[in-house]
């Protein structure tokens, strides 16, 4: 199993991105699907989370602003960002509680792609 974010680039403040994180392998089924993010010297904080029903939680700073969703049977998460803010600039990751064939839940942790906004 693995995961392959994507959707990182250079953006002015105030402006938007969207995160996509695909997860690909002997899938049966995911479960919670997360992104987290690092900004240089700091640690990896949670931004948002999603169950299987499409529940969503949201730290407090991205809330409002940012969008967390879901395509089932592409086992891909999103993350759309908007308002973006010069503090957004981190290294997005996206992680996921998945049922592989023979191997029962694991949480996996895709690459990260890089977000940098400019004041």
């Known amino acids: 199993v693995q995961l392959q974010a994507s959707g990182g680039g250079l953006v002015q403040a105030g402006g938007s991105l969207r995160l996509s994180c695909t997860a690909s392998?002997?899938?049966?089924?995911?479960?919670?699907m997360r992104w987290y993010r690092q900004a240089p010297g700091n640690q990896r904080d949670w931004v948002s989370t999603?169950?299987?029903?499409?529940?969503?939680n949201y730290a407090d700073s991205v809330k409002g602003r940012f969008t967390i969703s879901r395509d089932n049977p592409w086992n891909t998460v999103y993350l759309q960002m908007n308002s973006l803010k010069p503090e957004d600039t981190a290294v997005y990751f996206c992680?996921?509680?998945?049922?592989?064939?023979?191997?029962?839940?694991?949480?996996?942790w895709g690459q990260g792609t890089l977000v940098t906004v400019s004041s």
């Open positions: 992680n996921a509680d998945i049922w592989a064939v023979g191997q029962g839940s694991q949480r996996y």
């Open positions: 392998g002997s899938i049966v089924t995911i479960d919670f």
């Open positions: 999603i169950n299987s029903h499409n529940s969503t």
